[in-house]
């Protein structure tokens, strides 16, 4: 009796196989492609962010080195408003004025000496070669940026008091507008 032979049997991907792993692989490449998307976009952001969280720390810095030297009583820390000296709402960045501390009535425009033009403050960055201090730096002007010290009275604590500050800028001069805020208890004591 003769034997036949079984038909050869291929071994291998069938096309709907291919299709599923061609589907499954697109999605982990639009998903990687919007993870880069989101990388690119947290580093063009993140000057601001430093500089914003930088800004806002100075204030509140100046606030309890003034009330630490003596150089402004507890009553004056307060907003305009509640007989204080700092201005209520949101303000543009400029320089302290005599008084050494910024959103008070006496802040002035920055002067234009150096590499910044006289205006609202500015942060000086390194030029192409990566070093600060040498004649290719840039200075990048914080017009976009405006600063509110808000101080309210803790209820029921007299010699205690609330400084809230925030720090809002927009990049680019579009929208929607990033905030900083850091808030911090201040005493009549030091």
Known sequence: MMQTKAPYKQNGFTLIETMIAIAILSIGIVTLIGA????????????????????????LESVFAARNDQQITFSQIANISNGGIFKDGPTQLLCAGPDGLVNTADDVNCPASGPCAAGPECVVLPGPDGILGTP????????NFTRSIQITPVVGY??????????TYTQGGQTPTQTYVVDSLISAFR
Do not use: H, Y
Not at 136 to 143: E, G
Not at 158 to 167: A, F, K, R, S, Y
């Open 136 to 143: 290719d730096d840039v200075a990048m002007s914080l017009s």
């Open 158 to 167: 007299q010699n205690l008091q609330q400084v809230v500050v925030t720090i």
């Open 36 to 59: 880069f998307g989101t990388a690119v976009s947290a580093t063009q952001n993140a000057q601001e962010n430093l500089i914003a969280r930088e800004k806002a720390l100075q204030a």
